[in-house]
């Protein structure tokens, strides 16, 4: 079994900062890319960043230059660092990983979190 685990949320003022992250825990051989999504109350889920096993990145034009994507592949972490935050950034935040969970299996499975509020408001 494979389980992601976000935390980092949290209620914070407007131009403040939140650093997400999402341990990845179980079965797994290798994670290959991971992204942050966000769902907001009667909106569409979103992806906000991307990372890659090399690290090459990705972001939503929303929060490019605010928000910042990273991984720690021997803590098998990923986290978002989350600058000026404004109230338009209010949602659920999911973090997902597409994970190989065996050496000679070469499937990728993808995996989601739980989700973690982030609440952008005076």
């Known amino acids: 079994q494979v389980q992601l685990v976000e935390s980092g949320g949290g209620l914070v003022q407007p131009g403040g900062s939140l650093t997400l992250s999402c341990a990845a825990s179980?079965?797994?051989?290798?994670?290959?890319?991971m992204g942050w999504y966000r769902q907001a109350p009667g909106k569409q889920c979103e992806m906000v960043a991307g990372?890659?096993?090399?690290?090459?990145?990705d972001y939503l034009n929303s929060v490019k230059g605010r928000f910042t994507i990273s991984r720690d592949n021997a803590k098998k972490t990923m986290y978002l660092r989350m600058n000026s935050l404004n109230p338009e950034d209010t949602a659920v935040y999911y973090c997902?990983?597409?994970?190989?969970?065996?050496?000679?299996?070469?499937?990728?499975?993808?995996?989601w979190g739980q989700g973690t509020q982030v609440t952008v408001s005076s």
């Open positions: 997902r990983a597409s994970i190989r969970i065996a050496r000679d299996d070469l499937r990728q499975y993808d995996y």
């Open positions: 990372i890659t096993s090399g690290n090459n990145t």
């Open positions: 179980g079965t797994i051989f290798s994670i290959d890319t």
